[in-house]
Structures are given as C-alpha cells and as structure tokens.
C-alpha cells in the first residue's frame, strides 16, 4: 500500500498557502511603514509535520519520512531589547535638553542682554545721572533727571520680572500638564498589560489558533516611548508578558517611583509642601534680611515620595527625582527662572538700602541745601517679588547731595563710586525651593562686588548656562539620533527590503502554482488510462 495520490498537490497547496501568507505579512509592513510604534513582521516558516510522524525503516506504507510541505509558525516582531532601552534612554536625556535649551533662550530674550533697553544700560544711566548731578550739584533740573533714571530703572527691572514671573507659571503648569500625561500613559500601559497577560494566558494553556498580540505590543511600545520622552522611566518585562514601569532607576528605594505594576496604574502628583511646583513664587518665596532665611512651610524630603503604593492612593513625588525627559527640562529651567527672580530681588534690596542709606546719612542736604526727610527707592513685594520704586514723595530738591552745605558733592560722588568702585554694605538673602535639588536654596547679593559687577554677574551665569544648554542639546541629539537610526535599522520597515522579499515570494507562489499544474496533468494521464 503506497501513499494517496493526491499526496504531492497537498504539498504544493501549503506552499502557496505559505506564500499568500507571507505576502499579507509584507503587505502590512507596507501599510505601516510610516505609523508611530509600529515594529516590522516577519511570517516565521517552518517545515509541516512529517508523514508518517515516527521514521521507520520497516513500515507497511513507505521506509522513513516524507515532508508535508511548510507553514507560517508565527508572526514575529523583529525588535531588540537592548536597542529600544538605549534609544528610550537617549530620547528622555534629548527632550531634557531641548527643553532646557529652548527655555533658556526665553529667559535670554527677556532679560535682553546686551541692548539699549537692558537692565545693565538701565542702571548705567542712572549713576550717569547721579555722575551728572555731581558736577551741578545745586540745580533742581539735574536732580529731577535723576530720579527720572530712578524711575526707569524701576521700571525696567519691573518689566523683566513681570515676564519672569509669567514664564514661571507658564513653566509650573506645563510641568503638572506633563505629570497628567505621565498618569495618562501609565494607565493605558496597565489596560494595554490586561489585554496582553489575557492572550498569553491562553497561549499558555494551549489554546489552538492564539496568535501573538503583535499590535497591542506595538501600541505599546509607543507608549513606553512616550513616557521616556517625559521622564526618566524604568521598566521590567514580566513572565506573563506585562511590563512593569517606574520613575527612576527600576529598583525598590526612595529614588523608585512606581507608575505600573503589571495591570495597575497608580497616579502620581507633586508634594504640596516638599517639591511642589507654585503658580507664583509669592507662594514659596522667603523675605529678603542679611542672613539666609527659610520658609517654614517646607521641609527637606526624606525620600523620593509618600503614601503608599496602592492602586486606590496617589502618590506623591518628588521632581528632584525626575532626572530626564521633558519635565526635567522645564523643572531645571523653572529653578533657572526662580535663581534670577531671588537674584534680582536680593539685588534690588541692596540697591535700595545702598541708595536709601547715602540718601538719609547723617548731615546729609540736599540739592536746596536743607537736611533730607526723605528716602530715594521704597520697596513692595505685593506680588511676590521686589518691585524697586522711586518715593512718590522725593522732589528734585529733595535728592541728598552733601554731606555738608549747598553746593558740595560728595554724596553724589559716593553714589557713582557703588556703581563702578565700591562695594555696597547690607546683603540681602531670598531662599526658595529648589525643585532639581529638593531643597531650600538661599541667593544672596554680594559685598563683594559693585553694582555694576553683581549685574554683569548675573547676565554673563545666565549666558554660560543657556551655552552649556545648548552644547548638552547637540550632544543629546547627536546621541538619540543614533540610537534611533540603529533602532530603525532592526524594528523600522526598509521598503526596499521589503520589495526584494515581495519578489522572492512571488516566485514560490508561482513556482508552487506551476507545481500543482503540472501534478495536475499528472493526474489527468494517470486517470485517462483507467478504462
């Protein structure tokens, strides 16, 4: 007894089954070729099942095995593991300094240095003002321009703070708008691990025609791609095919946050009194003195969250924890705008005491020649931070100019000595809450300096700052290109690639048909020759 007859168009059958088969696979990569997340297919083929299963030499139909043809085993996804960490690791370090970078430049513009509508031009002018009134030292109309450049001076340190403060919460709630995202994803991610811990639950037990969940596993790797680009996640691939996400480094500790454990999603949200973000920095600001001061309302965190890690309880972070990605870069770039708006403001309080101080000295006279009753700058912190004003109260005639009788000028000259010679005497300290660093962090103005040093100062720190952004972000993105290029080169779709496997294809399919045409023929003899 031989084998059926029809046992060689089985065999020609499967191979065009084969082909068809890994056609659609090619096909889908094509159609996805250019959507987000999607990882390349390939149809695994293998041989069919021998007949008869067991060889034998002996055996009443024929003497070992004969091959059955091939099959599509499964549907595989060709990624690599170690690739998606990397490039995940470089985007979240990229979009940091991105951010960063980008956000520096605003804060350059607004502080508009060097221009002639700058803070530095803006305080030249007014020790010019007070150099001119020096030379003239009992005419009324010199001393009314300077408290005009007093008044611009003012004025001008307003408008920069104004805008300082606007980025600042324009910065804060981008920030709890990306944390929202960050809540967004995870429980997406815990939905995505539901559907896929179901399916392969069912490949586990043996279920017949259980296909990889290839598209729920794209969808989301996208997701995890997502999450990288906002914060620096850590996930870990669990033996039921959920993963399990975290902000930090992945193990258990202060510096683990947890967002996704298996299917459950927690929801996270700053610390209200330690490392929150404000709206406005009234809300955490301390008040200027001569010694560093601390708001009691904070406290240094002792670990990177609290409350505990159920599904039923936010948990609060820490941003000093977020080390990458988006959020690290508007936080970095929110403690840059809080440095500035503390330096400013420690700096306009020295300013102000200086001024105030030589104006109201003792036998100070003014340019009438009578003792000054009246301070030159008063000070308001109505928004949270200074506002530098000129006394509404100060007259021309009012603004000291001796220390002795009409016409002398050595007050004034000691004036334009703190601006480009000497050194003011009171320094003055804002503390605020560091969100890089998770604690409080003193900005006091310097003895050390003139006025005119301690200015520069600030505006050349702020210039080093935004070059180092901007070097990072080359660097970065020099780095994430390149671990996107390699990752592509494995999980992107290569049309060309693509078109060469199409033809090979092609070819089985038809050789296969041409196959089964000719046993056809075969078969139509062998039957022809029955009587």
């Known amino acids: 007894m031989g084998i059926s007859t029809f046992f060689g168009l089985n065999v020609g059958m499967t191979a065009l089954d084969t082909a068809q088969q890994a056609e659609s696979v090619i096909s889908n990569n094509i159609a996805n070729s250019n959507t987000p997340g999607y990882v390349q297919e390939n149809a695994a083929l293998q041989e069919a099942d021998p007949y008869p299963p067991l060889p034998s030499t002996n055996a009443p139909i024929i003497g070992g095995q004969m091959g059955q043809g091939s099959q599509v085993e499964t549907v595989q996804r060709i990624t690599n593991n170690f690739l998606n960490r990397q490039d995940r690791l470089n985007q979240g370090t990229s979009g940091q300094y991105d951010t960063l970078a980008q956000n520096m430049t605003q804060i350059e513009q607004i502080v508009n240095e060097p221009s002639s509508h700058s803070l530095q031009n803006a305080l030249d002018n007014f020790f010019s003002s007070w150099q001119n009134l020096s030379q003239a030292p009992n005419q009324s109309a010199v001393a009314e321009a300077v408290i005009t450049a007093g008044q611009t001076l003012g ?87 959920t993963v399990s996400v975290s902000i930090g480094s992945g193990t258990t500790g202060v510096n683990n946050i947890p967002l996704v454990q298996e299917m459950t999603a927690y929801t996270i949200a700053t610390q209200s009194s330690q490392g929150g973000v404000p709206l406005n920095m009234s809300s955490y600001i301390s008040s200027g003195t001569s010694t560093a001061t601390y708001t009691t309302g904070f406290s240094i965190p002792s670990g990177a969250y609290s409350g505990t890690t159920s599904s039923s309880t936010t948990i609060n972070i820490n941003l000093a924890y977020v ?164 990752r592509q080169s494995i999980s992107g779709v290569d049309l060309n690639q693509q078109a060469a496997q199409m033809v090979i294809y092609q070819n089985i399919y038809s050789a296969a048909a041409k196959f089964i045409s000719i046993f056809d023929q075969m078969l139509q003899t062998a039957i022809n020759m029955i009587p």
Not at 402 to 408: A, E, M, R, V
């Open 323 to 486: 080390t990458s990605g988006q959020i690290a870069g508007n936080v970095q770039s929110l403690d840059e705008v809080n440095t500035i708006l503390a330096q400013f403001d420690g700096y306009l309080s020295s300013l102000a005491s200086e001024v105030n101080s030589i104006q109201q000295s003792a036998n100070a006279y003014t340019v009438s020649g009578v003792p000054s009753t009246q301070t030159f700058f008063t000070l308001s912190t109505t928004t949270g931070n200074v506002i530098l004003e000129v006394n509404s109260a100060l007259t021309p005639d009012g603004v000291s100019v001796s220390s002795g009788t009409s016409g002398y000028n050595d007050l004034a000259n000691l004036m334009v000595n703190n601006a480009w010679n000497g050194n003011p005497s009171v320094p003055f300290t804002y503390s605020y809450f560091n969100l890089e660093n998770g604690q409080m962090t003193p900005i006091s103005s310097s003895t050390g300096s003139t006025f005119d040093q301690m200015l520069s100062g600030y505006v050349t720190q702020l210039g080093i700052n935004a070059a180092a952004a901007n070097s990072n972000q080359q660097t970065a993105d020099a780095l994430s290109q390149q671990s996107s290029n390699l």
């Open 155 to 241: 004025q001008t340190f307003q408008t920069v703070t104004t805008q300082l403060e606007d980025m600042q919460s324009n910065l804060s709630g981008t920030v709890q708008i990306q944390l929202q995202e960050l809540n967004t994803y995870a429980q997406q991610v815990a939905t995505l691990n539901q559907q896929i811990a179901g399916i392969d639950s069912l490949q586990q037990s043996g279920q017949p025609l259980v296909e990889s969940p290839n598209q729920l596993q794209d969808q989301r790797g996208y997701i995890l791609d997502e999450m990288s680009k906002l914060a620096n996640i850590s996930y870990t691939q669990n033996s039921d095919g």
